[in-house]
């Protein structure tokens, strides 16, 4: 079974940090480009942060270039987002997403959520 379980979610004050794990199983993790999105209320998925299976190929929204790390550990099939200077704006549903590869092509996977709050 293809899926992806997030965790690490939480309530923290502005200026805070927070890190989110990902774990993938049932697909070639290590051929998976992966993703971090959020979704605040009342607004639609964005893209935040991206990786691609070389671990130095990444990329950011610009509002959290310099704030957030997206990183992988291909041997534990997880992958990161480390969330620092956490602003309010920074409130939402943070889903993982992958480029699953398996069946000789790749599919795009969605986890569950986690919900990240940034309050005083």
């Known amino acids: 079974q293809v899926q992806l379980v997030e965790s690490g979610g939480g309530l923290v004050q502005p200026e805070g940090s927070l890190r989110l794990s990902c774990v993938g199983s049932?697909?070639?993790?290590?051929?998976?480009?992966m993703s971090w999105y959020r979704q605040a209320p009342g607004k639609e998925r964005e893209l935040v942060a991206h990786?691609?299976?070389?671990?130095?190929?990444?990329n950011y929204e610009p509002a959290v270039k310099g704030r957030f790390t997206i990183s992988r550990d291909n041997g534990k099939n997880t992958v990161y987002l480390q969330m620092n200077r956490l602003q309010t704006h920074d409130t939402g549903v943070y889903y993982c997403?992958?480029?699953?590869?398996?069946?000789?092509?790749?599919?795009?996977?969605w986890g569950q959520g986690t919900q990240v709050t940034v309050s005083s």
């Open positions: 997403q992958a480029a699953a590869w398996y069946g000789n092509n790749w599919h795009p996977t």
């Open positions: 990786i691609g299976t070389a671990e130095d190929a990444t």
């Open positions: 049932g697909f070639t993790f290590s051929r998976s480009p």
